[in-house]
């Protein structure tokens, strides 16, 4: 399967007309954009997975001519995406330019999962994100795949919220119809209503099994659909983890990632959580680890647009898996995934970090970067031991940036 | 009895000023020229079918539209009635005939 | 011991302020003083060598020595890596030397201290060496870097090369000492074996661990070393190193998530770390740095393309361990 395209990606919608369903929703955010003066300058799309939230942040943002900064706060993409948000001023094209007749010319801030880290206090919790909103310079659409919408309520202040549902089963038909006519797919009816019903609203499902059930073929009959088990997407991690790391070659580890409903981000960093257990041999780990990395570089190309690249992706993924398929023996998972949160990095602090690493260069006679590696943790340590400390004042700290030093902790 | 609306424009008997207000906040819109109710915000509609069952003091359900031929139909009329998670509720969908009929569904794809 | 009452950080307190205060440089300096017999013949210098062995030491030693007391009005500090780029050093310089003019007494020139020039791109550094020729009539230059095979022939060709190598460890361990008695604090010897170790030939760290750890009051032994070794990022990067080459692979990468958690540090800057404290490693024969700085360099760029840098850093410290493996090494 990784000889082409992926279908959702072939078939992902360009245009905010081809995404299926959720009418009201389109309606809702296309009137957001529209809007000059809206009153709350951030979106929350809410609901089920797979039936077209960042399809149409992504559909919708090019129909009017925005580039899109992506920030899931739970990967360290977040810090490239800081850094952007936190460029001063004069760096940015003016905030009201959201006129359609202004293309190509404005910024979105699109912040994936925000249901992760706002049921994690120790994450910053929905604080972290309404500061977000607060701090960016540009307006913020979010969403959450969570259902438990009461976690989220307190964001009801600053953004606006927008829910999506499950996609109905008439209109998945439809669309996976349409695709059998443009793969020239000879389809039954029946199969596809089987895919359908299976998928649970859940459109890039459908068009998965669709996929994976159909493409060697070209043909589908209502027998083959028999094979479809039922999505549960915490089980299918685990699974797909397990059937990952246990595969015997390349294409089965490939065929299996792609049949599969992961969600890539989560799965490439479980990945690399679960490679030492997997490989006890530093050279074969060594192998291993570099194609996962060569994996995360595709997936860093991949962006929010370029997902014809997603193949290179999955082959680096499954040459991970492969390194060595004989020493393979059973071992405990990590899920999920270990992460790092780097909210705390708004622009504010780097600038005051800048400040203190500049007074320190200037008494010191070294640069900003030797004095924030070799002398801020230093420094740290000894205010936190020495309350009232001489260092003080000879550096000329303002209370404010003693108080970060104290304050610049774990994460 | 069931009641069958149209989402875009429905009747409903004068209610007090709450009531109004609580049916405007749960995402209906009035057009006073015309008396007729439309939905606008999507995000409570199950408890706005609720509160306009309620006032209608009769169950309600809404007609759907499909996005191929135009027409309205009602949810009882399709198969998959008892599977959908969102039955009754005003969405567009795609009507049983359009999606059982080959010929109909390659004129439509013409348009493309 | 050469001492500035006022200031508060002790590697500037005890920073050597004439060049007969700085201990160990023996033949650097008698160099240097001959240069300084007859300002008037003083090339530019190039300082080389790895961080904290005292090569802005001496550079300001110099200016002192020129100057006398005013001499930070003849003199010029520039940070390559702090400079938004060649333009902004032309400007300082051109400013720079437009007021100091004339030099001071038979000084006939004002001195321009440049550090972290390897950080320079080629371009960069091509367009140093007109500046520095343009202003030669008026200024000299003191280049300071950590690898001098970074220079551009050029300008390495217009330079007395001086190179600094790590200090012996016996030193470092009297230099602590004599800080410390100074400062009245209680240091036993294998605490300061301790932080000689970590520091890795470099005395600014190795000072700085000193005066952390005194801060914790009381004695310092090998327990606060340890403290202050597992809470100071620069001595947690060489943990992580040290773990990763020992084949301790599950170890290091840990210690990569506390660094990335504490200081909210990014790829970049802890691979850039990674490099500086590789160069270091005395353990290392210079044919196995260069290995690993190749490698290094690899996964930095890849850093900068892809979207996960702990998957990124990650994978090099895969690499550091299969290297530790393949020379045997035990660390």
Redesign the interface.
């Known amino acids: 399967m990784s000889n082409d395209l992926l279908w959702v990606e072939k078939y992902r919608p360009k245009k905010i007309e081809d995404i299926v369903g959720n009418e009201e929703a389109k309606a809702a955010l296309i009137e957001w954009l529209k809007n000059k003066r809206r009153s709350k300058k951030a979106v929350l799309l809410y609901g089920p997975p797979g039936v077209g939230k960042t399809a149409l942040v992504n559909a919708a943002s090019k129909g009017f001519g925005f580039s899109i900064i992506e920030m899931n706060a739970s990967d360290s993409r977040s810090e490239k995406a800081i850094n952007e948000v936190a460029k001063p001023a004069t760096s940015y094209v003016a905030l009201d330019n959201f006129s359609s007749a202004n293309k190509g010319k404005g910024n979105l801030l699109f912040l994936d999962e925000v249901d992760g880290i706002a049921g994690n206090e120790d994450r910053g919790g929905v604080g972290a994100i309404i500061k977000i909103v607060e701090e960016a310079r540009v307006p913020v659409i979010m969403a959450a795949n969570d259902p438990d919408i009461d976690k989220l309520r307190p964001l009801k202040k600053v953004c606006l919220l927008i829910r999506f549902h499950q996609i109905r089963i008439p209109l998945i038909i439809a669309l996976l119809q349409k695709i059998c006519l443009l793969e020239h797919v000879k389809a039954e009816f029946e199969a596809l209503e089987r895919i359908a019903q299976n998928s649970k609203g859940d459109v890039r499902s459908a068009i998965n099994d669709l996929q994976s059930l159909a493409e060697e073929n070209h043909a589908l009959i209502l027998q083959d659909t028999m094979a479809l088990t039922s999505r549960n997407k915490d089980i299918s991690m685990d699974d797909t983890l397990r059937g990952f790391f246990s595969t015997k070659s390349v294409t089965e580890a490939s065929s299996l990632l792609s049949r599969s409903n992961v969600d890539y981000d989560e799965f490439i960093m479980s990945v690399g959580d679960n490679l030492p257990r997997r490989y006890s041999d530093p050279e074969e780990l060594a192998a291993a680890y570099d194609f996962v990395s060569q994996a995360d570089v595709f997936r860093g190309r991949i962006g929010t647009e370029n997902w014809h690249l997603l193949k290179y992706f999955f082959n680096a993924l499954s040459r991970a898996s492969a390194v060595a398929p004989e020493s393979y023996k059973p071992f405990e998972l990590i899920s999920p995934p270990i992460r790092i949160i780097t909210l705390f990095w708004t622009k504010g602090k780097r600038t005051m970090l800048d400040g203190i690493c500049g007074k320190i260069g200037a008494q010191c006679h070294v640069s900003h970067s030797i004095a924030k590696h070799d002398f801020v943790p230093f420094i740290k340590i000894i205010l936190q031991n020495t309350k009232s400390s001489s260092l003080i004042p000879w550096f000329k700290f303002t209370p404010e940036e003693v108080d970060f030093l104290l304050k610049m902790n774990r994460y | 009895m069931v009641i069958v609306l149209n989402p875009k424009e429905f009747k409903l008997p004068r209610v007090e000023k709450e009531k109004f207000v609580l049916l405007i906040r749960l995402g209906l819109d009035y057009n006073r020229e015309l008396g007729l109710f439309s939905i606008k915000n999507y995000n409570n509609i199950e408890k706005l079918i609720d509160t306009v069952s309620g006032i209608l003091n009769t169950e309600v359900v809404f007609s759907q539209t499909c996005i191929r031929c135009g027409k309205d139909f009602p949810c009882t009329d399709c198969k998959y009635n008892e599977l959908c998670t969102t039955k009754d509720l005003p969405f567009s969908c795609v009507c049983p005939k359009c999606l059982t009929d080959r010929k109909q569904f390659e004129e439509y794809l013409e348009k493309f | 011991m050469a001492v500035n009452e ?4 002790w ?2 307190k005890y920073r050597p302020k004439n060049l007969n205060e700085v201990v160990d440089l023996h033949d650097i300096v008698e160099s240097l003083k001959a240069f300084m017999k007859n300002p008037k013949t003083m090339p530019h210098l190039m300082f080389a060598g790895i ?1 904290g062995t005292g090569k ?1 030491t001496l550079a ?1 030693c110099i200016a002192h020595e020129l100057f006398g007391p005013t001499w930070k009005n003849f003199t010029l ?1 520039l ?4 400079e938004r780029g060649i333009d902004t050093v032309r400007e300082r310089v051109k400013d720079f030397s437009r007021y100091s003019r004339s030099g001071f007494g038979n000084v006939p020139f004002a001195l321009i201290i440049l ?2 020039c390897d950080q320079m791109t080629g371009p960069a550094q091509t367009a140093l060496r007109r500046i520095m020729e343009t202003s030669s009539r008026t200024s000299r230059f003191i280049l300071i870097c950590n690898q001098s095979s970074k220079i551009i022939e050029p300008i390495q060709s217009r330079c007395a090369i001086f190179r600094f190598s790590k200090l012996d460890k016996q030193a470092m361990k009297e230099q602590l000492q004599c800080i410390a008695k100074k400062e009245k604090v209680n240091l036993l010897p294998e605490a300061a074996e301790r932080i000689v170790d970590y520091s890795e030939g470099d005395l ?2 190795a000072i ?2 000193l ?2 750890a005194a ?3 009381g004695v310092v032994d090998e327990k606060t070393v340890s403290v ?1 070794v597992g ?4 001595m947690q990067v060489q943990k992580m190193i040290r773990k990763a080459l020992f ?1 301790d ?2 170890e290091a ?1 840990k210690t990569m ?2 660094i ?8 970049s ?1 802890i691979i ?2 990674v490099q500086r404290e590789i160069f270091k490693m005395s353990d290392l024969t210079p044919e196995q740095k260069a290995d690993l700085s190749n490698v290094i360099g690899e ?1 930095d760029y ?1 850093l900068t ?8 850093l ?2 090099l410290l ?2 550091f ?2 290297f ?2 393949a020379i045997g090494e035990t660390y």
Do not use: C
Not at chain 3, 231 to 234: G, I, L, N, V
């Open positions: 006022e200031a508060l950080m590697v500037e961080p802005t300001l500090e940070n390559a890596s702090d550090d972290e600014r760290h700085n661990a005066q952390t801060a914790y009051g202050v809470e100071a990022s620069p084949g692979f599950i990468r998530y506390e990335m958690g504490s200081y909210g540090f990014s790829g800057e850039r770390q996964y890849r393309q892809g979207a996960n840098s702990d998957i990124q990650s994978a895969a690499q361990a299969k530790g493996k």
